[in-house]
T-cell receptor, first 114, second 110 residues
Framework: DTGVSQDPRHKITKRGQNVTFRCDPISEHNRLYWYRQTLGQGPEFLTYFQNEAQLEKSRLLSDRFSAERPKGSFSTLEIQRTEQGDSAMYLC????????????FGPGTRLTVL | TQLLEQSPQFLSIQEGENLTVYCNSSSVFSSLQWYRQEPGEGPVLLVTVVTGGEVKKLKRLTFQFGDARKDSSLHITAAQPGDTGLYLCAGWRAGNMLTFGGGTRLMVKP
């Protein structure tokens, strides 16, 4: 099965530390999306890439957050100086640009900030 | 305030019962999708509805898109324990952002 994979699945960190998550999309998918989902809520869009270009960013993506997709394949999401409010599930999804409405989600990385 | 409001937020029913969950908005969407999410996993796409008034069936699940493309419903007939999960509606507007509702958490008891 070559679906979307995310690493790590769980991360516990102390407030103020930096964390980085990785997403590997489905291999031929040129679009990659990041979402955040807090407990009891639906996912909220953070940002998306088409190939290596970051085309859209949500207001939720504060300056402590940075996402990259350097070679147009895997992507990383880094959170600097984590805060307790950053605790959430971070979901990655990928799609083909010609069928962008069909996104395939990864299992997510659950972040807990103590 | 969420752009897409789902109701009810929680639903607990017995196996064999029917149920309907709703997804409402004051905004028009070019298309609307329904996902199911299980604990510890990402959402899985169930259906996309595009045309106002459209009805799609997926086995025991019936999805309807409102005539004005502002709302949608999901009806499940003869619910089974395997239907337990978080049901999310999500809408596409102009641009490439998918907006999700808050979800309906369904539990079907055997």
């Amino acid at each position: 099965d070559t679906g979307v994979s995310q690493d790590p699945r769980h991360k516990i960190t102390k407030r103020g530390q930096n964390v980085t998550f990785r997403c590997d999309p489905i291999s031929e998918h040129n679009r990659l999306y990041w979402y955040r989902q807090t407990l009891g809520q639906g996912p909220e869009f953070l940002t998306y890439f088409q190939n290596e270009a970051q085309l859209e960013k949500s207001r939720l993506l504060s300056d402590r957050f940075s996402a990259e997709r350097p070679k147009g394949s895997f992507s990383t999401l880094e959170i600097q100086r984590t805060e307790q409010g950053d605790s959430a599930m971070y979901l990655c999804a990928s799609s083909l640009s010609q069928s962008a409405d069909t996104q395939y989600f990864g299992p997510g990385t659950r972040l807990t900030v103590l | 305030t969420q752009l897409l409001e789902q109701s009810p937020q929680f639903l607990s029913i017995q196996e064999g019962e029917n149920l309907t969950v709703y997804c409402n908005s004051s905004s028009v969407f070019s298309s609307l999708q329904w996902y199911r999410q299980e604990p510890g996993e990402g959402p899985v796409l169930l259906v996309t509805v595009v045309t106002g008034g459209e009805v799609k069936k997926l086995k025991r699940l019936t999805f309807q898109f409102g005539d004005a493309r502002k709302d949608s419903s999901l009806h499940i007939t003869a619910a089974q324990p395997g239907d337990t999960g978080l049901y999310l509606c999500a809408g596409w507007r102009a641009g490439n952002m998918l907006t999700f509702g808050g979800g309906t958490r369904l539990m079907v008891k055997p």
